[in-house]
């Protein structure tokens, strides 16, 4: 009955692979084996309870069997119950402890938690099992990464790259971990080796445009933010970050199309109205410029700076009244706003 719940599953036929598993399990109720390759049957028919159920069962015959544990553990990750996942991920390396996957798991349910020093160490006892385990140290990476630690983060992407070449999302985050330390030239190298192997990555081509757009080279960050809008028109962040650049060219006009080409797609934008205002506040557009705030405000009422440049914008049209309670505002939601120098 085992052999054809086997050949059954095998063909999807998840319903007549539980009646054989059952029989198995009838006529030899200590079948371990049984009670387990039913509990994967019920996962994968999408029975994740009845499955947890069997999953125990096996356990109650085998309290050290990984394998189970790692499997209810799965499906305790997939409907969010983390707590209980992790102590099904810690009793299935308990058992056994070269058990690379479940620590991984482990790590991504410790990760999910927040709990990011368990994560780390988990990721790197799934590393210790299972040396070249590419997503292991990229996720790694990731944990140093939300933890600002980005020497670290850059030694877990290397190692990430060195195992897999193609893996261009290391590639990615291992330029962005060098932008965060100020390493631009770096940053720029590790996005060309990312468009070797994939030319058409409009993420890449609009970070490396802010790496150049860092390094005052303001023609060479447009054609990257242009070269990333050719692949994706549609892509609101490039369409901003080019009006960053315009703006740094004293091209005011071409800046306010390209923040407005960001919001006709993105109206939820609020950094795009921000920096329409700063625009027009630069071309004495103050009325224009208190417009542009405002509705940076209304998208973003915690938006600190755009209140604080918006009193700016009223001093400079006498409105001493609303100046003074816009910048109350700022400084309430950024009290350190008040020791800016004009």
Known sequence: YINLGILYNSQRNYTEAIKAYKKAIAIKPSFVEAYYTLGVTLFNAGMHEDAISFYEKAIHLDPTFSAAYYNIGVIYSHNGSLDKAVTAYELSVKHKPDFAEAHYNLALAYNR???????????????????????????LGGVYSTLLQFEDAIEAYNKTIEIDPKFVQAYYNLGHAFSALKHHKKAIAVYEKALEAYPQYPEVLNNMGLEYYELADYEKAAEMFNRALGVNSNFPEAHYNLGLTFFAQHKNDEAIKAYENALAINPEFAEAHFNIGFVRFSMNMFNEAIAAYSQAIKLNPQFAEAYYNMSMAYSQIRNEHEAIKALNEAVRLKPEIKNRKN
């Open 113 to 139: 938690l927040k709990r990011y020093e368990n994560a780390k160490a988990s990721y790197n006892n799934a590393i210790k099992h299972k040396p070249d385990f590419a997503q292991a140290y990229y996720n």
